[in-house]
């Protein structure tokens, strides 16, 4: 998960994603010889030797992006780090305060009936103006680049501070100011603490934001419909991986 860029002329060199991928990203020089080793018998101690020539020089960048098959994305207290600790066995700490997650937060989902388990990863909150510098959720965006695809949590209760479909508009907003193809990743929206307020929205508006996309209402406090989208996002990553293999092969 790691790229590896010629940092003055801004090219990527290689990327590093597999355990046994390497790269040469500067060749030593020759070694020089020394005068012992140009004795023989008849010059038992010659008074020359030879120099050796210098190795290549580069500047390089070293850039992390942890690589995961899903990655989860929203605003800080919409629930993301509880609703990943119910899907998996993690237990990362959760508080009634905005930004607890001050890093990715990777984690396995296991289904029973299929081997291959997923892993998913939890970026800090994203927040109004992250693309500016507020927050710190822009930080790690980089680190989601290569999922399969995004899923967007938002607290759909009348708690929340902003209304489901203007949250979707600023999430939608700051990931195009990082990157439109980020947009295109976005295949669900969950739409979480149903056990707060149990009223749905209208579908259509949630495409009008996110065109890609499939919606889930889940409480992640009490797990209601937690296989259900568990389920869902397995069934998702499958279609996904089918179709850029399809691509892929054409």
């Given amino acids: 998960g790691t790229d590896i860029y010629d940092q003055n002329k801004n090219i990527l060199l290689k990327s590093l994603n597999n355990h046994d991928s390497s790269i040469i990203i500067a060749y030593g020089g020759n070694g020089g010889r020394g005068n012992g080793s140009l004795k023989n018998s008849v010059n038992q101690a010659p008074k020359y030797s030879f120099e050796g020539k210098n190795g290549e020089e580069r500047n390089i960048l070293l850039r992390l992006t942890l690589i995961a098959d899903i990655g989860l994305i929203g605003f800080p207290n919409a629930g993301k780090t509880t609703l990943i600790n119910s899907l998996t066995r993690s237990k990362y700490k959760t508080a009634d305060y905005k930004f607890t997650t001050t890093g990715p937060q990777p984690a396995v989902i296991e289904l029973d009936e299929i081997t291959q388990p997923l892993t998913i990863m939890d970026i800090p909150g994203l927040i109004e103006g992250a693309s500016t510098g507020k927050g710190r959720g822009i930080e790690f965006l980089s680190q989601i680049e290569r999922t399969k695809f995004l899923a967007v949590v938002v607290d759909q209760s009348k708690k929340a ?90």
């Fill in 161 to 250: 501070e902003i209304n489901p479909i203007d949250t979707l508009k600023i999430l939608k907003n700051e990931l195009n100011q990082y990157s439109n193809a980020l947009i295109h990743k976005i295949r669900l929206v969950i739409l979480n603490k149903i056990d707060i307020n149990r009223t749905r929205m209208n579908s259509a508006l949630i495409k009008s934001v996110f065109p890609l996309s499939q919606s889930i209402y889940t409480s992640a406090k009490t797990g209601e419909n937690l296989d259900r989208l568990k389920r869902t996002l397995f069934k998702m990553y499958t279609s996904q991986s089918n179709t850029l293999q399809k691509q892929a092969s054409t």
